[in-house]
């Protein structure tokens, strides 16, 4: 059993950075791809980011390539989320994700994978 707390979330103004920490429980965490994913109101949960589990690796969507780092700490069983130059289409509830996969092009939480509770960013001026 892995459970996940997200802290770091907040408003920022447009152009300013924040950087989003994911908590692990469990001495699985250093097996598992990790991912951050994010939902905007009225939108459908989306993938944002993914990080092998040793860390080498990272994925990202497109709309956050280059202003968005995704990194992991497995001493501490954490994963960061490191978000510059934002946007007011960034402004969603970001979860965290424990046992990420892609699929194509897309990716998902494995069936047996685990979700944090969510952390509210909000962009605005």
């Known amino acids: 059993q892995v459970q996940l707390v997200e802290s770091g979330g907040g408003s920022v103004q447009p152009g300013g950075p924040l950087r989003l920490s994911c908590a692990a429980s469990g001495r699985t965490f250093i097996s598992y791809a990790m991912g951050w994913f994010r939902q905007a109101p009225g939108k459908e949960r989306e993938f944002v980011a993914a990080?092998?589990?040793?860390?080498?690796?990272?994925y990202y969507t497109d709309s956050v390539k280059g202003r968005f780092t995704i990194s992991r700490e497995n001493a501490k069983n954490t994963v960061y989320l490191q978000m510059n130059t934002l946007k007011p289409e960034d402004t969603a509830v970001y979860y965290c994700?424990?046992?990420?996969?892609?699929?194509?092009?897309?990716?998902?939480?494995?069936?047996?994978?685990?979700w944090g509770q969510g952390t509210q960013v909000t962009v605005s001026s």
């Open positions: 994700a424990a046992d990420v996969a892609p699929s194509g092009s897309r990716w998902y939480v494995r069936k047996d994978g685990y």
């Open positions: 990080v092998s589990h040793n860390g080498v690796n990272t």
